[in-house]
């Protein structure tokens, strides 16, 4: 699992994820996952290169979430493959954080 950072000009932080987010890809990237989670009022993560999401890794996002909301912060998924947003819409994790297909929408829901 990679993770990489960008700053939109709006200021919302953007988290790039690229490969599984199993066990071993999600404690890979949870510190710094969780760091810029916290430190961003306004996150969209992007799920684009994600190719599996395991329950480690469905852990790893809705920490990272409840932990903005704790801060009146958001985070937004975006853009996942079908079989990564089919395991999200399952799960429940799209009742606790909002999903978004376009980036203009992902980013006016992480702004609120």
Do not use: C, W
Not at 24 to 45: E, H, K, L, P
């Amino acid at each position: 699992m990679d993770i990489k950072f960008e700053q939109l000009p709006s200021g919302v932080a953007v988290i790039l994820l690229n490969g599984r987010m199993d066990i071993t890809g999600a404690m890979r990237i949870d510190v710094q996952f969780a760091a810029v989670a916290a430190a961003n009022r306004a996150v969209v993560v992007d799920l684009g290169g994600v190719e599996f999401m395991a329950s480690m890794g469905l852990r790893t996002l809705i920490m990272g979430a409840k932990s903005m909301h704790s801060k009146s912060g958001r985070m937004v998924l975006y853009r996942p493959t079908p079989m990564v947003e089919e395991v999200l819409v399952t799960s429940g994790t799209t009742t606790i954080i909002p999903l978004a297909h376009e980036l203009v929408e992902a980013e006016a829901l992480a702004l609120g």
